[in-house]
């Protein structure tokens, strides 16, 4: 195995399902990528390990090779060898595993949505430490996301260390017990429960941790949630912003974890998203007809031009406006006012464009049933599929951006749309209600206002907001190019939130410190 390479600032390794471009279904991706330039630019050591799917984008990994040593890990009763493979993404340095299991767990054609997600990913989760161990690294800080790799983390505790998951309970004692862990949760929806007797195919202890106050689901008994134990076993909890923060500490909110998250207040922050502004720049993104920026916005016009073209849309009226949506179609995002803003902005005489996949059955053939009825109207165009070059191509061309979110923790589409000068029209929530201001909102200083907001999750509050951004945008052309302007000129990298991260990290790593000198 490869020896890390030393660093003088921080030894962080982050263990994900998704990171962008290779292996990405939404934001998580993004973060995962986006994030680990930013620590890596701020000089600390970064790494990541990644299930080795069979789906990824192999075209964008440099020098991928496998290495000699095999890893082996535990799983119901077994031990499996796993292939490790190195490359490079995005210029850091990425860890795939391929379990030699006979389930083939990431030989699937797709990264989630499996009948045994949850052993594919528990399978993975040990897999992953037990190569951080093997390769005797000796990571400051461990950070792990979502439930898929959940079940990593633990809370140091000198008097009992088998209380936790894995990495406490069964990898401290063997010497791998140098890294503080942070768990980042990006969607409270997903906690991966199961029923509990699949806990142990790991390694973990059922007895020990199927209890309410460890991973016992809150809902009732026979159930563990991955996300509740990293909650309570973690010593740093995040979430992707300040306002889905507190969101998830209510009854409405919380998915059922409002009171672990209420009883781990102390280590549970939210902390903005950032965006890769690298990989998303409108002046040097080659996948658009015409690169512009914000001194010269006349690119933009052409963007539009150019996808009304290759869409066949009608492209008479360069004033007519165009909205884009970029998004997975689940409940969360709002369907039902996705679907209205479609049929309410052909009402007010705009045109808009629709990128967007579902995982729902039903929701996959209503929104097809739609694109059917409008496959050849001069202002509508659904396209049903994940298509990375074109989002690029739909961000440049259209003027508005909505996002009716019933929730949103942290949400990525109207940072990058405001990157490309399209201006958002989102539901006043979670991450949406820290990055949006709305420009008729006086008790906001009008520097930060910056695009249009709604509160009621239904279409009256929908029409309201599109209402408005149609009237200044037919109203006032010069303010609105101004306001186009000002938007592409926002700071949203990730430098400000990767050093909040920082703070955490270092904060956690020298507590540790301390209590070790005691
Ligand atoms: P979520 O993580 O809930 O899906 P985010 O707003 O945090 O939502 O992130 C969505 C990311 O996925 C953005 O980068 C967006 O451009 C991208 N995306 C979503 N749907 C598609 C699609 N159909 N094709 C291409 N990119 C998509």
């Keep these: 195995l490869i020896s890390s390479p030393t660093s003088s600032g921080l030894h962080i390794i982050h263990i994900a399902a998704e990171m962008a471009p290779v292996a990405k279904v939404g934001g998580l991706g993004d ?28 075209d964008r990994i440099g020098d991928l090779k496998v290495l000699d040593a095999v890893v082996e890990s535990y799983f119901d009763g077994h031990l499996f060898k796993n292939k490790i493979w190195v490359g490079t993404v995005e210029g850091l340095p990425v860890y795939f595993i391929e379990p030699q299991h006979p389930a083939k767990f990431f030989w699937r054609g797709q990264f989630y949505g499996e009948q045994d997600d949850f052993k594919r990913f528990s399978f993975f989760s040990r ?118 923060a507190q969101e998830v500490r209510t009854p409405e909110g919380g998915k059922g974890l409002q009171a672990t998250l209420n009883s781990h207040s102390k280590k549970f922050v939210g902390i903005l998203n950032g965006i890769d502004t690298d990989s998303w720049d409108p002046s040097t993104d080659n996948v658009l007809e015409v690169q512009y920026s914000a001194d010269d916005i006349q690119g933009k016009a052409e963007n539009k031009e150019a996808l009304r073209k290759q869409l066949k849309l009608s492209n008479g009226d360069p004033m007519q406006p165009l909205v884009g949506c970029i998004t997975r179609l689940v409940p969360q995002k709002g369907v039902h006012l996705i679907r209205h803003a479609i049929y309410r902005t052909l009402e007010l005489g705009g045109q808009f464009v629709l990128l967007g996949s579902s995982p729902v059955d039903h929701i996959q053939r209503e929104f097809e049933g739609i694109a059917k009825k409008f496959q050849s109207h001069p202002d509508i165009r659904l396209i049903l599929k994940y298509d990375e070059v074109l989002s690029h191509t739909i961000y440049a061309a259209s003027d508005m951006f909505i996002i009716p979110s019933i929730f949103e923790p942290c949400g990525l589409t109207q940072l990058i749309a405001m990157r490309y000068g399209s201006i958002p029209i ?34 009256q509050g929908l029409n309201g907001a599109l209402e408005r951004a149609f009237d200044h945008y037919t109203g006032d052309n010069e303010s609105w190019k101004q306001l186009v302007q000002r938007n592409m000129k926002i700071d949203f990298s990730w430098d400000s939130s990767a050093a909040q991260y920082v703070e955490l990290y270092e904060k956690s790593v020298s507590r540790a410190k301390a209590t070790k000198r005691t």
Excluded at 213 to 224: A, F, L, T
């Design 31 to 58: 973060v995962v990528s986006g994030l680990s330039k930013a620590l890596q630019k701020k000089g600390h050591l970064v790494e990541i390990i990644l299930p080795k799917y069979d789906c990824m984008e192999y």
């Design 426 to 459: 989102v539901r006043k929530t979670g991450g949406l209600n820290d990055s949006v201001f709305d420009l008729d909102d006086d008790t906001i200083p009008q520097q930060f206002r910056n695009g249009f907001t709604f509160l009621s999750p239904n279409e």
């Design 127 to 244: 897999a992953a430490l037990e190569l951080i161990l093997q390769a005797g690294k000796n990571p400051d800080i461990i950070h792990c996301h979502d439930w898929q790799t959940a079940f990593v983390v633990g809370k140091h505790d000198s008097y009992n260390l088998r209380l936790a998951p894995l990495y406490w309970d069964l990898y401290a004692p063997k010497g791998l017990n140098s890294a503080r862990v942070c768990f980042t949760c990006h969607n409270f929806e997903y906690q991966g429960t199961a029923s509990a007797s699949e806990l142990g195919s790991c390694g973990l202890d059922v007895h020990q941790l199927n209890r309410p106050d460890r991973m016992q689901d809150n809902s009732g008994h026979g159930r563990i949630n991955p996300v509740k134990g990293a909650v309570v076993f973690s010593n740093i909890v995040t979430t992707v912003s300040p306002t889905y």
